[in-house]
């Protein structure tokens, strides 16, 4: 069975920090996807990124950079020089690779990040 | 581009009762989606459809119904609301890019539901 474990509940850090975000999985698949979305107050879930287990190299998207290692089957999120608009709840997601593309998410239990000003 | 709509936004139930939440896609996806997320929890998957005329359950689907007529609706029904059902519904839906292809889903904002 897939899992994603999220083991930060909440972090809280003073803007400008850098922090990371840590998401463990669990999959007997050989092909998979890895998803993050935040979700800001409001409510509502905002996709942030996919990576396809083929593809190890790491991504940066402005403050934004993730480190995805198969070894420790983990897909770590950074964010640098934080803001106080990045409070949100971060979710982990994995999906298998379904051959018709319907894919069933499985998602961490979300780590709440508060920046403090 | 209205994207993936939910109504209602908020709804009280009594146990018992039953309703439908409605979702409402306009990008023409094939992929359809039900989440639930109770608090401080991820979304767990309640059902879900590939296409107009087919659905299959999720890894929660006790309690729920849906259906999918039209590639654009993908109504779930709760019969016999139950107290366990309070959470937060989530609909999503993803674009058919061909095999293998995983697009992002996009989400509704969400119905919050309470069952008293």
């Known amino acids: 069975a897939q899992k994603v474990t999220q083991a930060q509940t909440e972090i809280s850090v003073v803007e400008k920090e850098d922090v990371t975000l840590d998401c463990v999985y669990e999959t007997r698949d050989t092909t998979y996807y890895l998803f993050w979305y935040k979700q800001p107050p409001s409510g509502e879930l905002v996709f942030l990124i996919r990576r396809n287990s083929f593809d190890e190299q790491n991504e940066i998207s402005g403050r934004y950079s993730w480190n995805f290692q198969k070894s420790t089957s983990s897909f770590n999120f950074t964010i640098t020089a934080s803001q106080v608009v990045d409070s949100a709840v971060y979710f982990c997601a994995l999906s298998e690779a379904r051959g018709q593309g319907a894919q069933k998410l499985v998602f961490g239990q979300g780590t709440r990040l508060t920046i403090n000003p | 581009n209205a994207g993936v709509t939910q109504t209602p936004k908020f709804r009280i139930l009594k146990i018992g009762q039953s309703m439908t939440l409605q979702c409402t896609q306009d990008m023409n996806h094939n992929y359809m989606y039900w989440y639930r997320q109770d608090p401080g929890m991820g979304l767990k998957l309640i059902y879900y459809s590939v296409g107009a005329g087919i659905t299959d359950k999720g890894e929660v689907p006790n309690g729920y119904n849906v259906s999918r007529s039209t590639t654009e609706d993908f109504p779930l029904r709760l019969e016999l609301a139950a107290p366990s059902q309070t959470s937060v519904y989530f609909c999503?839906?993803?674009?058919?890019?061909?095999?293998?292809?995983?697009?992002?889903?996009?989400f509704g904002d969400g119905t919050r539901l309470s069952i008293l």
């Open positions: 999503a839906s993803t674009e058919d890019r061909g095999t293998y292809s995983n697009q992002p889903q996009h």
